[in-house]
């Protein structure tokens, strides 16, 4: 390279170097901005396209979908009704990819039921999860837990969490529970039929088996009060002012005890039987909520 | 003023952590008009020769003038036609295209040009080919393309590296045709060979080159111990040397 | 400037007649005509699922083109030497290193026009079918925009695969560097972002830092991408989108003048 040759190199380094500095200040104090309300990128794909696109990459762009939307909910943004239906559609797309992961389902019931609201949603794409972990009880259990809490379907939500009871090592939580939403669905007698079952499992510690034997009790007490105000309304056409009218008017021999309080709590206007304060306390909220 | 003239010069090459020497304190000098024959085994550092004279790979040591420019600062390729050791084209252009190319690159203007391409290529008998895609040429017809390219702009001085291997016999009596034609016309011809034959008919000057060393420089006759031909006179000279070396 | 032409001009009318280009723009197409069906199967803004398409096609079918037609057609040149042809002629390394790029990037600006408007004709058939879905705002100029925009980020991605096979001595060491600026300049941004929202860093830890000198050195072709604003016909800023345009004019002059210097350098054994 000679003098001019060099010379020329140099100058016009800098010019573009110059230029370059200059633009790029420009650019990056624009993209800050942008920065702030950052965008969650998620291809626009349906999910059930996605897994053909991806060949054998399937599980890295599950972890890259999830990561995306970690990433976008964690900036602590409020998130737009569009974006909730972005985050649908890749908690979608990462479910369909690689339906065994466990941070997807944990991701859809965190995300989608509770941040964004869309249970039915969640649902759906739990339901996935529940389909193809047979041995893990969690996905049932958020499905149950979204038809008790966010949907107030207890008959489902019971249905779902005795199905899922079954699985073993599975919390004795969900088999409480779930006797507990059967009962507010008028299914007591299919909780007690599968409280029984759980007994027979021979693996049952001391404890749960305990547990378990209460709740039995609680729920056949349940059905012998509920037979008994069936009968008395066939009679009078009305429920009784009380339990003990029951016991009274010759319908019960005595009132049976629960394993929590000395007698059954009873709500006269629906003939509702509870053997705790907290099943009577939410079916009383969740009348007035309807009412509003 | 001499056409070509390397002076001192050492060229290594690192191969990992080591160094190989090719070319140590090569010296001479090419004058105008000559036919250059530039020999030796395989291996001895003509190719490098080449690729210095063309400022493709750089010297550690010394400098080489062509026609009073240095290489690697002066600008001169207009004087310069090269034709590389098998050389490699465009596949997907044209003789035409090639030719039209070099001569554009090295200056000639465009009304000229059509008709010059359209004459060497009837004097290297492609005219046939000449609009046919590089893809479909031979061995031999790609070298013959070669050599248009080379000469398409009437430099002073050719370079030619291998201009002779893997051509059938026909193909290498046009070259040496076309070599000598220079010569009539007084131009300086560079070119390296281990086909001594060809080397014997066509040269006024030769440069033996073993393991980077000039061992002779100087008319085929006047070569030491060519009594019993040429052929003999080269083997000897480069046995000799390696005793040298090896010992 | 006449000699960068005539490389320019080989190169360009050599690639322009490979049977690897016409698959390529091939796929571009078939792709199209995915997009068309992929598109028939969306229940909501089917539009904008089109130009998302179809402005990914684009960009593929140029990264396909940069990593595996432009990087081999200058490493064959180098290892078969047909650049000897080239440079022993009155043609300096500068101008063979402007050449080649210009007549690469003459056929990305080729490709990118071709199936430019394959994509126009696919989304604007995909409006026909579902017209009620055009995207709010929708407009063509800032489609077009994005396109532009794309190709400019495209020929920066060209400048580096120059850039990195004039500089390396194999041919898959250029491609496996080329990929790795391409998914640096892409994700640079995003995972600053990310580090940030973390809030376990703050602006002055070192990984920060670290991204933050990246950033000088690497381009950020996140700010290239329109295919959003394109998507949903957001607002375009003029005056930014010219900063941007001049940021990646100036970071490829940036780029070839270090390739032209240090391939001087180079010996061509």
Known sequence: ?292 | MAAICFNNISKTFKTGFKRTSILSGLSFEIKQGEVFGFLGPNGAGKSTSIKLLLNFIRPDYGSIIISGFKVGTDKFRHLTGYLPETPCFYENLTGMEHLSFAGKSSGINKVLLNKKSLDILEKLNLEKAGNNLVRTYSKGMKQRLGLAMALIHDPEIYILDEPMSGLDPMGRRLITSIILNLREKGKTVFFSSHILNDIERTCDQIGILNKGKLLYCGPVENMPENNSGMEDAFVSLIEKDDMITNE | MNKIGLVAWITFKDCIRNKALYGIILLGLVLFFFNIIITGMFSWEAGKVAVDMGLSIISFSGLILIFFFSINSISSDIYNRTIYLILSRPVSKAHYILGKYTGLSLIILLSSIILGLCAAVSVKLSFLSVDRQIPFNFSWSIFFLSILFLTISLLIMMALAVFWVSVTTHQFTALLLTLGSYFVGQSMENVKNIILSTKLFTNDSLPVKVISCVSWIMPNLAAFDLKTTAAYGLPVNASILLWVALYGISYIGVVLTLTIFIFQRRELA
């Open chain 1, 1 to 292: 390279m000679n003098i001019k040759q060099t010379s020329i190199f140099f100058l016009s380094f800098f010019c573009f170097a110059a230029v370059f500095f200059a633009s790029s200040l420009a650019v990056k104090e624009n993209r800050e901005d942008l920065g702030a309300n950052y965008s969650l990128q998620i291809n626009p794909l349906p999910g059930k396209i996605i897994p053909l696109l991806a060949g054998e990459f399937k599980g890295l762009l599950a972890d890259h979908i999830l990561l995306e939307i970690g990433a976008f909910v964690g900036s602590n943004k409020k998130i737009s009704a569009d974006e909730e239906q972005k985050i649908y559609l890749g908690m979608e797309q990462a479910m369909i990819l690689d339906p065994y992961f466990m941070q997807t389902y944990l991701f859809t019931q965190a995300l989608l039921s509770w941040d964004c609201k869309m249970p039915e949603e969640a649902i759906r794409l739990l339901e996935i999860s529940r389909k193809h972990l047979p041995w893990d009880w969690r996905p049932g259990y958020y499905i149950g837990f979204d038809y008790y809490y966010f949907l107030n379907d207890y008959a489902k939500a019971s249905e779902i969490f005795l199905e899922t009871a079954k699985i073993k090592n599975s919390p004795l939580l969900i088999a409480l529970l779930g006797s507990r939403f059967a009962l507010k669905s008028k299914k007591t007698e299919t909780a007690i039929i599968l409280l029984t079952n759980m007994l027979k499992d021979p693996e049952l510690s001391e404890n749960n088996r305990e547990s378990i034997s209460k709740r039995i009790k609680d729920l056949k007490g349940v059905l012998l009060i509920e037979s008994a105000l069936k009968t008395y309304k066939k009679t009078f056409n009305t429920y009784p002012s009380s339990l003990n009218a029951l016991v009274q008017k010759g319908f019960l021999k005595k009132l049976p005890l629960n394993s929590y309080y000395k007698t059954y709590l009873y709500r006269q206007e629906d003939g509702q039987v509870f053997f705790d304060k907290t099943g009577y306390k939410q079916i009383s909220d969740q009348g007035t909520s309807i009412n509003k």
